[in-house]
């Protein structure tokens, strides 16, 4: 535009120039033939500059009307205010679309990008913890190294601290809340007139337990029941980053009896355990569990700065930990030979020496990942599902997923519908609860591959070559899926049922430059305005808001819109190769 405005100029200066020339007296013919020259010159100039970038500052709009189709042209001052409103135009487009579907699109908050301290650093996994103090455990491996790194949703979202846990690569994280034993003395403290009924299972597990061989030692004290004692390691600690990989053959002796509430519904998992009196014992606070691929489970205290504190627990199996399952006041693990163990705890704690054994899968089919849905445990095995009915440990449906036996690779539940991708796989299936009957089946392509449309041809084709689901996520009423692409889709998953018509998917446009490692979801809380602070201290109102945060995790950063303009982009380069966490408000 600077350019177009200085050649303008200088044809105005020509043309005074050659008004001027005509009064010379003395001979000027060529002096007019010069200046003749060089008025066509720029005048040229001129021309293919204004047509150059007038299409860049246009913009032709096709329009719908009563007397038929009708195209508008709008042309714009410089063609960054165009790509500009050409981005709010179409955000704008979509939110309209969406809201007419009663799906309000996530609000996209922020990117929050991982600097790698090794290199090769991906993530795996992760995790938000409990209690008041909304953190999200985030876990980083490289196949040699486990680390994790905290990212603190208040005031901003910020990542506090990257440090090393184990030799290892990380494979999964749960959060398991305090005790619901203690949860439910203090209500009964609070409140006089509730009755709880507890069935009492403790006769069954001690007739699985006498029948379990130890296959698991831990590196504490001798005792049946390990207590979460919080303690401080050294910065030089040699054994922080390390698994211990010995193990006890020793029987223990058996535990007491363990009082286990018989619910339906996974345990809430809202404990605001570790924010009482300094007296509470530590072993009743919340804790996040840590499976590695040597076989350790890590566990530690939701309120643990991981910087300076070891694990408080750790659990050496004999082979990797591919799933951590909280439910009912049990842990579910499940391990690469097939097996999955369940500890319980009691009122001193959990119970790590001695846990329940039972045999699912095997060697060469291992039960790779672990859903909750409806109170039974959908256990993969390759292209199959194994439903574990918690009550009994027994399998009692087993359902075929895949006919060319592809192994299962995300699961995730909503309202009475459980959706599972496949691997190599752009296809995700949805399949009923109860029935497990196969509702429908979503291609994914058309909706990434029109994401991608200002993405560069080659790259396009490549990603849609090798096009897969790589992460599954329920919040609310929407399916959230991440793809090897990059590209995040929501799928509306409320009232579904045999007959339904396929729902549409919606593509965000804001994703990764490669893969989407993980999806996560945490419910955060944040101070309201002075004036509702004050009337809480008067009356009745709580001066907090509660809003659900969904978190993607993978490689590099993306704003699809206009990613055309970014591949030649130095900082998008240099983008493409950090960890980033992509934050929305749902």
Same mark, same amino acid.
């Given at each position: 535009?600077?350019?177009?405005?200085?050649?303008?100029?200088?044809?105005?200066?020509?043309?005074?120039?050659?008004?001027?020339?005509?009064?010379?007296?003395?001979? %000027?013919?060529?002096? *007019?033939?010069?200046?003749?020259?060089?008025?066509?010159?720029?005048?040229? /100039?001129?021309?293919?500059? @204004?047509?150059?970038?007038?299409?860049?500052?246009?913009?032709?709009?096709?329009?719908?009307? &009563?007397?038929?189709?009708?195209?508008?042209?709008?042309?714009?001052?410089?063609?960054?205010?165009?790509?500009?409103?050409?981005?709010?135009?179409?955000?704008?487009?979509?939110?309209?679309?969406?809201?007419?579907?009663?799906?309000?699109?996530? *609000?996209?908050?922020?990117?929050?990008?991982?600097?790698?301290?090794?290199?090769? =650093?991906?993530?795996?996994?992760?995790?938000?913890?409990?209690?008041?103090?909304?953190?999200?455990?985030?876990?980083?491996?490289?196949?040699?190294?486990?680390?994790?790194?905290?990212?603190?949703?208040?005031?901003? &979202?910020?990542?506090?601290?990257?440090?090393?846990?184990?030799?290892?690569?990380?494979?999964?994280?749960?959060?398991?809340?305090?005790?619901?034993?203690? @949860?439910?003395?203090?209500?009964?403290?609070?409140? &006089?007139?509730?009755?709880?009924?507890?069935?009492?299972?403790?006769?069954?597990?001690?007739?699985?337990?006498?029948?379990?061989?130890?296959?698991?030692?831990?590196?504490?004290?001798?005792?049946?029941?390990?207590?979460?004692?919080?303690?401080?390691?050294?910065?030089?600690?040699?054994? *922080?980053?390390?698994?211990?990989?010995?193990?006890?053959?020793?029987?223990?002796?058996?535990?007491?009896?363990?009082?286990?509430? /018989?619910? /339906?519904?996974?345990?809430?998992?809202?404990?605001?355990?570790? =924010?009482?009196?300094?007296?509470?014992?530590? @072993?009743?606070?919340?804790?996040?569990?840590?499976?590695?691929?040597?076989?350790?489970?890590?566990?530690?205290?939701?309120?643990?700065?991981?910087?300076?504190?070891?694990?408080?627990?750790?659990?050496?199996?004999?082979?990797?930990?591919?799933?951590?399952?909280? =439910?009912?006041?049990?842990?579910?693990?499940?391990?690469?030979?097939?097996?999955?163990?369940?500890?319980?705890?009691?009122?001193?704690?959990?119970?790590?020496?001695?846990?329940?054994?039972?045999?699912?899968?095997?060697?060469?089919?291992?039960?790779?990942?672990?859903?909750?849905?409806?109170?039974?445990?959908?256990?993969?095995?390759?292209?199959?599902?194994?439903?574990?009915?918690?009550?009994?440990?027994?399998?009692?449906?087993?359902?075929?997923?895949?006919?060319?036996?592809? &192994?299962?690779?995300?699961?995730?539940?909503?309202?009475?519908?459980?959706?599972?991708?496949? @691997?190599?796989?752009? %296809?995700?299936?949805?399949? %009923?609860?109860?029935?497990?009957?196969?509702?429908?089946?979503?291609?994914?392509?058309?909706?990434?591959?029109?994401?991608?449309?200002?993405?560069?041809?080659?790259?396009?084709?490549?990603?849609?070559?090798?096009?897969?689901?790589?992460?599954?996520?329920?919040?609310?009423?929407?399916?959230?899926?991440?793809?090897?692409?990059?590209?995040?889709?929501?799928?509306?998953?409320?009232?579904?049922? /045999?007959?339904?018509?396929?729902?549409?998917?919606?593509?965000?446009?804001?994703?990764?430059?490669?893969?989407?490692?993980?999806?996560?979801?945490?419910?955060?809380?944040?101070?309201?305005?002075?004036?509702?602070?004050?009337?809480?201290?008067?009356?009745?109102?709580?001066?907090?808001?509660?809003?659900?945060?969904?978190?993607?995790?993978?490689?590099?950063?993306?704003?699809?819109?206009?990613?055309?303009?970014?591949?030649?982009?130095?900082?998008?380069?240099?983008?493409?190769?950090?960890?980033?966490?992509?934050?929305?408000?749902?």
């Amino acid at each position: 535009m600077k350019e177009i405005e200085q050649l303008t100029e200088d044809c105005n200066k020509l043309q005074q120039i050659s008004e001027l020339t005509v009064s010379l007296r003395c001979q %000027h013919q060529v002096l *007019e033939d010069t200046i003749r020259d060089l008025q066509r010159e720029i005048q040229r /100039q001129l021309n293919d500059r @204004q047509s150059n970038d007038s299409q860049l500052s246009q913009l032709e709009l096709t329009l719908n009307s &009563p007397t038929g189709a009708q195209t508008m042209t709008v042309v714009f001052s410089k063609p960054e205010k165009r790509t500009q409103w050409e981005e709010t135009f179409t955000d704008a487009k979509q939110k309209l679309a969406t809201s007419v579907e009663k799906h309000p699109t996530p *609000e996209f908050i922020s990117s929050v990008p991982i600097r790698k301290t090794r290199a090769g =650093l991906q993530f795996t996994c992760a995790s938000p913890t409990l209690g008041g103090q909304k953190d999200v455990w985030v876990c980083n491996s490289d196949g040699y190294v486990g680390q994790v790194c905290v990212l603190s949703l208040l005031p901003e &979202p910020t990542v506090t601290s990257c440090n090393g846990v184990c030799n290892a690569r990380i494979l999964c994280v749960a959060s398991v809340p305090a005790s619901i034993e203690n @949860q439910r003395n203090s209500q009964l403290s609070s409140s &006089p007139n509730i009755s709880i009924s507890i069935e009492d299972a403790a006769q069954q597990l001690k007739k699985l337990q006498l029948n379990n061989k130890t296959q698991q030692s831990t590196d504490e004290d001798d005792t049946d029941n390990v207590q979460l004692e919080s303690s401080s390691s050294s910065d030089d600690s040699e054994g *922080e980053n390390s698994c211990d990989k010995s193990t006890n053959n020793q029987t223990p002796a058996q535990s007491d009896p363990i009082v286990i509430p /018989q619910h /339906q519904q996974q345990d809430s998992i809202g404990s605001n355990s570790g =924010l009482g009196d300094e007296s509470e014992n530590n @072993q009743n606070q919340s804790t996040m569990w840590l499976g590695t691929e040597d076989g350790c489970i890590h566990v530690y205290n939701c309120t643990d700065n991981i910087r300076i504190k070891k694990n408080k627990i750790k659990i050496q199996h004999v082979s990797a930990v591919y799933s951590i399952l909280y =439910l009912d006041n049990r842990v579910f693990v499940s391990l690469a030979n097939g097996d999955i163990l369940i500890y319980t705890r009691d009122v001193n704690g959990w119970n790590t020496t001695s846990p329940l054994h039972i045999s699912v899968g095997t060697v060469t089919e291992p039960v790779t990942k672990l859903l909750n849905v409806a109170g039974k445990i959908w256990c993969s095995i390759q292209g199959i599902i194994k439903v574990l009915n918690t009550s009994s440990l027994h399998v009692e449906n087993q359902i075929q997923i895949s006919n060319d036996s592809k &192994p299962i690779t995300n699961m995730a539940t909503l309202s009475n519908c459980v959706w599972i991708s496949i @691997q190599n796989s752009a %296809h995700i299936k949805c399949f %009923h609860s109860t029935s497990y009957d196969l509702l429908f089946e979503v291609n994914l392509a058309p909706s990434v591959n029109k994401m991608l449309s200002n993405c560069d041809d080659i790259i396009r084709q490549h990603k849609a070559a090798c096009l897969r689901v790589t992460s599954l996520l329920a919040c609310k009423d929407l399916i959230w899926v991440g793809t090897s692409a990059g590209v995040l889709l929501t799928i509306p998953a409320q009232g579904l049922c /045999q007959g339904s018509p396929i729902p549409a998917v919606t593509g965000i446009p804001h994703g990764h430059t490669g893969h989407v490692r993980f999806l996560t979801t945490v419910e955060t809380t944040s101070l309201i305005d002075e004036n509702a602070k004050r009337l809480s201290m008067h009356g009745k109102t709580k001066p907090e808001i509660t809003k659900t945060l969904v978190i993607s995790g993978g490689d590099g950063y993306e704003d699809f819109r206009s990613s055309g303009n970014n591949t030649m982009s130095e900082i998008a380069g240099r983008e493409d190769s950090t960890n980033h966490l992509l934050l929305w408000d749902v």
